[in-house]
């Protein structure tokens, strides 16, 4: 609906009113004027009438009426008035009201129009003398068309005066709407700003006290906006370094499941653009029922909810789910679920059960073995000399298998605990030397088995990390290649430095012939007992724990380890480590 400007609407109320006054004004003064110009010729005509009748009751007897009609000659002439001479009762019966009224009451008089002339003419009737019925009544007669021009010139002046006043005060009537509305102009244009966000502009004062009033209220109202948005901009801030900072995934949908807010975290776990999700349909933007569904439970139920959902792609993830209902004061319904990615614990669960498993059953075999020999040997067997030699050297055998899986497992803890704290001790060494304790300490085992032992390092290659736990890192490895390989194969152990632009690293190498690693295995080789051939892995005397120390040795140096094998051909270890 159109709305009109408060000027306006006191500019035309004004002059409405303004019209009807003037117009009742000129009105009024017209039929002043009329009346007055209409009383103006009959006072004229009375007086005629009444100098005639003056002469003519003067006389003794009936009036003359050659007399009369000589003196009414004269005043014809003086003044364009006509006269005649009537009988009392009236001699004509155009005349009879008129005659009959100045008979009974002395002057009577009327105003006569003729429609077939269009002239409008003035009688005054006079009696003679003071008898009653009088003994004659003198008529005086005027054309009224002088006195009507005369009239219609005073009152197109008046037309115009009041037409000139009006223009006046139509004028002044729109200055002073200008001068009350401008205040409020000034008013509303500050409100529209301040409703705008600009909480800078200033409240215009004035000297009406109802707009004062208003202009204070606005003050006040700018000084709380400029509160309450210092106040929101700091929670909003706040709440936005929170959710950013926060390691779990957030996010809210209202009664109508659209997304109201969603955090980095929670973007990039489902793999969306915050930017792009605020008031979309959670439908629109994740593609998964499942969080659709948990969101609309979440919505629904008054307790907080969970559940565990699983993410689909080139690696599965699992996401543990909690919703919490959301009620407002309008009774608007929503949820905020947040969104932990629980795939490392439960791999980490998963690891630890086969841990568990593995080292109760790594340790159990010897355990048993052990106890099984030592009852054979008290039951009697300790009385012949060969089962006695030959059982006490299994026994030994297994406690030096248990001995060193409790060597491994010490060794692992130790390189956790320097791979968690971050103080382990590193100096610059050359890389050659740590090769060389390596041949030393594997090269009587490759002799043994008739496998070559080759060794590539630049003699100038030097490197900052701890050289014991390194060293300890590739004899593993080494000894890991030549239990897989056969007689007369060759295991090459290189160290080189990475090339650029890439970081500068140390690259360390084994390459072995043996039978290689199905690509299956691959994910799990380095994990605490986890084995390919858990039967010939046992015979060869390993303990399962070989690759999981090197993988946390190279944690402890924040490197890396890689492994690339295929069947029948041979495997490659490969260990990056920051060269410092």
Known sequence: MPRTRLVWQLFAGFSVLLTAAIAAAFWVASVQLAGQADESLRQRLA???????MLEADRDGPPDAAAFENNA????????IDCRLIASGGTAAV??????AAARGGIASRSRYDGASGRRSLEVAVPIGTRRPPVAIVLATADAA???????????RLLAGCLGTAACAVAAGYVLARRVTRPIDELRAAAARLAGGDTTTAVPATEVAELADLATALSRLRTQLVERGLTIGRQGTQQEAVLGSMIEGVLAVDARQRLLGINRAAAD????DPDDCAGRPLIDVIRNPDLRRFALTAI?????????LVLHGPRDRTIRLRGTALRDASGEGGAVIVLNDVTEMKRLEHVRRDFVANVSHELKTPIASIKGFVETLLDGAMDDPADTSRFLGIVARQADRLAAIVDDLLAL???EQSEGAGNLPVETVPVASILTAVTLDCGPRAADRSIRLEVDCPANLAATLNAALVEQAVINLVDNALKYSESGKTVWLSAAASEPPG???LVLRVRDEGCGIEPIHLPRLFERFYRVDKARSRNLGGTGLGLSIVKHIVQAHTGAVSVDSEPGVGTTFTIRLPRG
């Open 47 to 53: 007086d005629a009438a009444r100098s005639l009748a």
């Open 300 to 308: 629904d139920c008054r307790a907080p909810v969970e559940d565990d």
């Open 269 to 272: 776990l489902l793999d969306v």
């Open 503 to 505: 970081p500068r690293e």
């Open 95 to 100: 005349d009879d009201t008129l005659a009959e």
């Open 73 to 80: 000659q004269t005043v014809r002439t003086a003044t364009r």
């Open 146 to 156: 002088e006195s009507d021009r005369d009239l219609a010139t005073w009152q197109r």
């Open 413 to 415: 803890s130790r390189i």
